[in-house]
């Protein structure tokens, strides 16, 4: 069991975390916000791992964010083989262990996920789930919001729609599939997807509170590639409100795992993919995330801080029903 609590914030600095942070856990890559809340926080961090992307090493804010984690020190992990990503990934686990091994306390580990492929901070999630000592961890999720980037329409789409490592079931169903579908702003993302599992989805979508233009793009590609979906199977969500959002996916998914076997397949935002992970994690992969990407022909947006970062903290608890706050 676990308690989720949400903090939406503009001065991450000036957050009493109470405790330092025995491990902030990073990334380095191309996207301006991918150093926003190491530099905001930096004082708090007693140690820290920062997973580097292989390429886009030329790119101005790759380079950037490069020296800003290099002149302080950082420990930088890189992946730019695929058996280099494993160990990376395995050397994370094998930290968060480290750390529990040496203390008598709460160990809070902060995730900027941010910048992250759903791959990596899957991994990191699914690692902790299934620690032992799981109960000795206070989980830190903090995601810096971008300024609006409206997505081109270009011949990039999914080249890769396939379960999540770690987030499926791998029997062979004998009950029909519910799909539901994370709608972000990229259009590749959702071209053919409803096809692709030959149903009729359920769609989350995020509401006109959060930012208009999203929402516009959002119910635009709804009605361009979505359409004849039934008003009944759409939800709309407010990503400021995570915890109000979690309970809507629970009540949807829990009700249909009676009789389906259900899918969730998050195409944006990331706030919504790791509530979708917790969510198959909490019912131990009876709820399936798969992923679906263009693989190497992502298109490469620039994402820039605006400085509201959204913290989602998760305790563990033991022999208690669980809570949400």
């Known amino acids: 069991m676990f308690k989720l609590k949400q903090i939406n914030t503009e001065k991450l600095s000036e957050i009493d975390f109470a405790d330092s942070i025995d491990l902030f856990i990073g990334c380095l890559g191309y996207e301006e916000r991918a150093i926003y809340q190491a530099k905001e926080i930096f004082d708090n961090i007693k140690d820290n791992i920062i997973i580097v992307f292989g390429n886009h090493e030329d790119e101005h804010f790759r380079k950037i964010n490069e020296e800003f984690f290099k002149k302080n020190n950082f420990n930088l992990l890189y992946t730019d083989t695929p058996n280099k990503e494993r160990e990376s990934l395995l050397k994370i686990d094998e930290k968060i262990n480290e750390i529990l091994n040496n203390s008598n306390d709460v160990v809070n580990v902060y995730i900027d996920y941010s910048s992250m492929t759903k791959s990596w901070y899957s991994h990191i999630l699914l690692g902790i789930f299934n620690n032992e000592r799981k109960e000795n961890l206070k989980i830190i999720l903090g995601y810096s919001h971008a300024e609006h980037v409206r997505s081109k329409l270009i011949d990039n789409y999914n080249r890769i729609v ?47 509170t959060y930012n208009s233009e999203y929402y516009k793009d959002a119910t635009d590609l709804l009605e361009s590639y979505l359409s004849r979906i039934p008003s009944k199977n759409i939800f709309t969500y407010p990503i400021n409100d995570l915890i109000y959002t979690y309970y809507l996916m629970e009540n949807l998914c829990s009700s249909l795992i009676k009789n389906h076997r259900v899918i969730i397949a998050p195409c944006g935002p990331k706030p919504f993919t790791v509530l979708s992970l917790i969510l198959s994690l909490k019912y131990s992969d009876i709820i399936e995330v798969w992923q679906i990407t263009p693989g190497d022909n992502l298109e490469k947006i620039n994402r820039k801080p605006t400085g509201l970062v959204t913290i989602l903290e998760l305790d563990f608890i033991k022999d208690a029903e669980q809570e949400i706050s």
């Open 162 to 208: 396939t379960p999540l490592f770690g987030y499926c079931n791998l029997s062979v169903p004998n009950i029909p599939t519910s799909v539901v579908i994370g709608l972000g702003n990229e259009a590749n993302r959702v071209i053919g997807l409803k096809e692709y599992f030959d149903t009729v989805p359920f769609v989350f979508h995020s509401d006109e």
